[in-house]
């Protein structure tokens, strides 16, 4: 299985984008797929996460700006990230667990001018 990650881009501060990232084909006992970033010298860090029931978690520091979404599919995950801050600047990552494995995709750039 593999991940493609999308969606990254250059904004300006205050914008949105939105990250996609596409699984090679269905998964089977998905249980959590998440979206991570790392910033140059930090650890790469926890943004987003959602179960294949639907619940959610976030960073506090992007609670009501960015929201995590799966398609019925449950093959494409999807962070909205809106009002977008220069701190918000990283690699975005995502991730798919299962009952087995642990899977992870390339990085998407994402880039806040201020």
């Known amino acids: 299985v593999q991940l493609q990650a999308s969606g990254g881009g250059l904004v300006q501060d205050g914008g949105s984008l939105r990250l996609s990232c596409a699984a090679s084909?269905?998964?089977?006992?998905?249980?959590?797929m998440a979206w991570y970033r790392q910033a140059p010298g930090k650890q790469r860090e926890l943004v987003a996460g959602?179960?294949?029931?639907?619940?959610?978690n976030y960073a506090d520091s992007v609670k009501d700006r960015f929201t995590i979404s799966i398609d019925n599919a449950q093959i494409t995950v999807y962070l909205q990230m809106n009002s977008l801050k220069p701190d918000d600047a990283a690699v975005y990552y995502c991730?798919?667990?299962?009952?087995?494995?642990?899977?992870w995709g390339q990085g998407t750039l994402v880039t806040v001018s201020s």
């Open positions: 991730r798919w667990r299962t009952a087995s494995y642990d899977y």
């Open positions: 959602i179960t294949s029931g639907g619940a959610t």
């Open positions: 084909r269905s998964i089977r006992s998905t249980q959590y």
